[in-house]
Structure formats: C-alpha cells, structure tokens
C-alpha cells in the first residue's frame, strides 16, 4: 500500500510529504502572478502552470469546502494541516465557468485522486491565468513548507514538505 501523506522524523522533526495538484511547470509560489498569493499573505505553498486539465489532491485528507464558483477547494489533513487549492488567478468572476468539481464537503481523498477539471482553454479565452496555488493557510510558527522538486514531476512525486519542528 502505497501511504502518500507520510509522517516520517527527519532533523526537523515531523514531516507531511506533498504531491503535486496537477501536471505541469511547478514554481514557488513567490512567483505567481497574484501579489496576494506571491506576498504568502495567505499563507506559504507552490503553484502549478498546468498543462492538462485534470487537477488532484496534492494530500490526503477531508474535504472541507467547495466554493461555489468552483475555483477554490479546502483540504484537511488529518494532521490539521488546511490546504486551499486555487484554480487560476482572478477565475471567481468566471462564476463556475469552465470548472467541473468531482468532490464534495466531507469526503475523504488521497493524494492523486481527481478532485477537478479546469477548461484551460476556456479559461484562457476568457483572459483569466490558470496557474494553480496551492496554499497552506494554517502553518503555526513552527511549521514551514519545505520546496524540494520542480523538475521532472509526475503524480507520485514528491515535491515539497511541511516540516513541523520541535521547539524546546
């Protein structure tokens, strides 16, 4: 069996692997086009210039919210880590448009498993970015994201960490 969210200790302590939300160009999230998002005012992560339409959990974890436009989705982990996957930059004025959501509220998911499609070129025609972020919204002061691959990546990699440190 094939354990995606993996709590393994490591120099830091405590650690909660992610995967990627789609395939794609991965980037820090420093370098999205949103300064929302690039300021980590909601928080630290990475982001995915897709160039498919299928989108998947980047964790295992529950589902906590489907925004009703459809551009947004929370994840939980079981660790209490929350996880916001936003699906393109400024799509909330898309009102749903060209995003079909295959979750729910309350559903348990794995890392991999197809929580969404975007039309990217629906979207593009629309003059909307399709960069996906992914945000971790609750990180306390001693937890951090830890970026790790961007090259190469296909599902099943790794590509970053929340490492959580032990203090005292």
């Known amino acids: 069996m094939d354990e995606k969210e993996v709590v393994a200790t490591d120099s830091k ?9 789609a395939k794609g160009d991965v ?3 420093t370098e999205v086009n949103d300064e929302v998002f690039a300021q980590k005012m909601m928080g630290d992560g990475y982001a995915v210039n ?8 980047p964790v295992d974890g529950t589902i906590q919210n489907v925004f009703p436009t459809k551009h947004a ?7 209490g880590i929350e ?12 009102e749903g448009e060209g995003f079909e959501i295959f979750v729910e509220e309350g559903q ?5 498993d197809k929580i969404a499609e975007m039309d990217l070129a629906s979207i593009k025609k629309a ?3 399709t960069t996906i972020m992914v945000v971790f919204t609750n990180l306390t002061e001693n937890q951090d994201f830890e970026f790790i691959q ?7 990699t790794e590509i970053g960490r929340v490492n959580k440190r032990n203090i005292g």
């Open 13 to 21: 302590g405590l650690a909660t692997a992610i995967f990627p939300v």
């Open 27 to 29: 980037l820090p999230i």
């Open 50 to 57: 897709p160039s498919s339409n299928t989108v998947v959990s």
């Open 73 to 79: 989705i929370g994840i939980e982990t079981a660790s």
């Open 83 to 94: 996880v916001l996957i936003h699906l393109g930059i400024d799509t909330v004025e898309l």
């Open 108 to 112: 348990e998911v794995i890392a991999g």
């Open 127 to 129: 003059e909307k970015d």
């Open 150 to 156: 961007t090259n190469d990546i296909s599902e099943d």
